[in-house]
């Protein structure tokens, strides 16, 4: 291979051509489409996407955030920043609320994390404004069973998941027809890799999230892994809190997001940093480690 | 940077996902952390080498199993250009997923087991590969080192591909054969030192030289309307886009157009990409176009040159279809067919004839069609299908046929 620095700021733009023509086909199958924001990068290119396929017009679907409660402060801002920038509608829906309805139970231990039950507010969530589409930021390059998700991907009454019913998608044809009580969830960006997002943000000049760049905190390491010091983060008595220069590769909660140490201040040399970079970006995400296969059985349970 | 999709076809064993594996790994595509996991679940395998199939047998089922039972999707780049694979299984029942995985492909990848030979599944793939009109074909003869890294087998497996081959080239199609080893590493990302004989190319230097003229760009002019931007604010109290993708061909500013089916005739006066206004744009392309005069036009129609007085406007057509569906394709039965985002009630009228994918043969007075064959089929709409035939302009020349009761999408069909 060549000098890894040829890969840098070439961004493929007929992902870019590809991702609005989904979401112009979302706007036009479905009665109530939404667009899942969780404040993240992927996310974020998501919303720029929507803006561009429906300019000048408005983007015809609004925004809707599962806030766990224990998102970076620095996202919650980000995310009320993008809203009315954009013009766009803006739906919260509080997990903190599915816990006091008895819906859900809160986690408890060294591990414990909202990212299992943001599932069931965002199932009530869908119900509630009965969201027949609902577009996330996944990609297939994440992990393995994200590899065989379809662009449109088909989910019950229960959100769930089944391989095995999964229709095919053949050349650009989306088919987006459902039953009463089914909706689909929509990876516009599916056939993007992480740097192909990194050099998409680069090359728009896209606002994102303070975090995503090196900053000084306070951290705990555990697990080879460095975690962001907070109150929802279960602490042993012997790992004590010390303040470093770090940076996030993926932005989740505060207690299922790990930090990576680093320097990077601008977006190419964390597009460097991701060229060299040793572990995968999902390798940060404490909550896909418990098994090997985890996401494919979060999965059917109708996580995102 | 460009987008090289790869369709990758094998049977059961004959080491697909080790090659792919192979692929990643030489290319460094893959992270210090899944190497890890690659390393641990080989262990508990009980193997003493890196089993890089298991980097893309994803699902719990088929890691049971031992086999590929869905289309996954596999990237990787070079500074050259992106590449993604589609890889396909190669179950004899999947020649449902293999059309599926195919039908975006510039490449389709054909693997055959040096011991085996050619297969049942070889004539499969070159046929499907036929029918989707693949402009390029590599057939890697994998497993060498199983048969000595022999040039005489070699050439043996070739010699008998030849009248297979006969039956499924179409012109402009480009066919390669290189011998490899993926457990090894021969072949796959630099030349094998195994095998001198062999003067072509590495894998990824064949794929990586592949030029793949956009031949789409120089098809008739189409483009289909997704949707009608009407922002009605004070700043663009007038204006009305047509978003669309442009199916094939050029569209430029001044264009003179006609619209399908309605024919009415305009003049374009913009074509936009969010806020840049271009002058033109090739297929591929996502824009929003804007008409001098004031015309009807809605969702899935079409939008072609004035001077194109031959562009299709068809309620009764025939073509190739490959059914999809456990339920079997019935001929008096109403579907949904989906031309491009253009949806619209269809009949099949007949079935004409049903191809047998492996000896190329066609048998006539055929019933039904059932999940996985391939027929000739002639169909009436209730609406007129703007649609090329696939070999002439197949970025225009296909739709899917949907149940309207279960949903699903049960047919594939290339216009003849």
């Known amino acids: 291979m060549s000098n890894i620095n040829d890969k840098i700021g070439q961004f493929p733009r007929r992902l870019e051509d590809e991702s609005i023509y989904i979401m112009r086909e979302v706007a036009a199958q479905f009665e109530r489409p939404a667009l899942l924001f969780s404040g993240g990068k992927d996310s974020i290119t998501l919303v720029r996407l929507a803006q561009k396929a429906f300019y000048p017009g408005k983007i015809p679907f609004p925004l809707v955030h599962i806030d766990t409660g224990h998102n970076f402060p620095e996202t919650i801002e980000f995310r009320d920043w993008l809203a009315k920038e954009t013009g766009a509608d803006l739906i919260v829906r509080y997990v903190q609320d599915s816990i006091d309805q008895g819906k859900a139970k809160e986690e408890t231990g060294k591990y414990a994390s909202r990212n299992v039950l943001q599932t069931v507010t965002l199932l009530d969530t869908i119900e509630e404004f009965k969201f027949d589409a609902c577009i996330g930021g996944a990609r297939r390059d994440e992990e393995k069973a994200r590899a065989k998700e379809r662009i449109f991907s088909v989910r019950d009454d229960f959100g769930q998941w089944d391989a095995k019913r999964q229709r095919p998608e053949l050349f650009d044809m989306l088919n987006g027809r459902i039953a009463v009580g089914e909706n689909v969830r929509v990876f516009p960006i599916s056939n993007w890799t992480e740097l192909d997002v990194w050099n998409y943000i680069k090359e728009e000049k896209m606002e994102i999230p303070s975090i995503y760049f090196a900053h000084k905190r306070e951290v705990i390491e555990r697990d080879g892994m460095l975690w962001a010091d907070s109150e929802f983060l279960n602490k042993d008595a012997e790992e004590i809190p010390f303040e470093t220069t770090v940076r996030f590769r993926t932005v989740g909660d505060m207690t299922c997001t790990a930090a990576v140490s680093s320097e990077a201040a601008d977006l190419d040399t964390i597009i460097e940093e991701i060229l060299a970079a040793e572990i995968s970006e999902r390798g940060a995400r404490i909550d896909d480690k418990r098994s090997e296969a985890a996401m494919e059985k979060r999965k059917q349970q109708g996580y995102f | ?416």
């Open chain 2, 1 to 416: 940077m460009d987008i090289l999709r790869i369709a990758t076809a094998g049977s059961v064993d004959d080491g697909k996902s080790t090659l792919i594996g192979r692929l990643l790994y030489e290319t460094q595509s893959i992270t210090k952390d899944k190497i890890e996991a690659l390393e641990s679940a080989s262990k508990r395998k009980g193997l003493d080498f890196l089993d890089l199939s298991l980097l893309t047998d994803g699902l719990i089922a088929e890691r049971e199993q031992g086999i590929t039972i869905d289309v996954a999707h596999i990237y990787f780049s070079t500074p050259n250009r992106k590449y993604i694979i589609a890889d396909t299984p190669g179950h004899v029942e999947y020649t449902r997923n293999m059309v599926t995985g195919a039908s975006t492909a510039n490449v389709s990848l054909i693997l055959i087991d040096a011991r085996q030979g050619v297969v049942e599944q070889t004539a499969r793939h070159l046929s499907i590969a036929s029918l989707l009109r693949i402009p390029k074909v590599v057939v890697c003869i994998n497993k060498m080192d199983l048969v000595q890294y022999s040039e005489a087998r070699f050439n043996e497996i070739i010699e008998s591909l030849k009248p297979l081959i006969s039956n499924t080239q179409f012109e402009g199609q480009e066919i390669s054969y290189l011998p490899i080893s993926s457990l090894f590493g021969q072949n796959i990302t630099k030349k094998s030192d195994q095998m001198n004989w062999y003067t072509g190319e590495s894998l990824l230097n064949e794929l990586e030289a592949y030029e793949f003229a956009n031949q789409l760009s120089q098809a008739e002019s189409r483009f289909q309307v997704q949707w009608v931007i009407r922002p009605k604010t004070e700043e663009f109290h007038d204006y009305r886009g047509y978003a669309g993708k442009i199916a094939s061909g050029t569209f430029k500013v001044g264009d003179k157009i006609r619209v399908l089916p309605t024919g009415q005739e305009s003049t374009i006066s913009s074509i936009e990409k969010f806020q840049d206004k271009l002058e033109k744009a090739d297929a591929g392309e996502s824009v929003v176009i804007s008409l001098a005069t004031d015309v009807d036009i809605s969702r899935g129609n079409t939008l072609v040159l004035a001077n194109d007085l031959d562009a299709p406007q068809m309620k009764e057509f025939s073509a190739k279809i490959c059914w999809l569906d456990q339920q079997a394709l019935v001929p008096g039965k109403t579907y949904l067919l989906q031309h491009g985002v253009h949806l619209g009630k269809a009949k099949i009228s007949q079935i004409e004839s049903r191809l047998d994918v492996i000896n190329q043969t066609v048998e006539t007075d055929i019933q039904s069609l059932k999940l996985n064959e391939i027929g000739s089929i002639s169909l009436r709409t209730a609406q007129p299908v703007m649609a090329d035939a696939y070999e002439k302009n197949p970025a225009n020349g296909s739709f899917i046929l949907i149940d309207e009761f279960s949903n699903s999408t049960v047919g594939v069909g290339f216009l003849n």
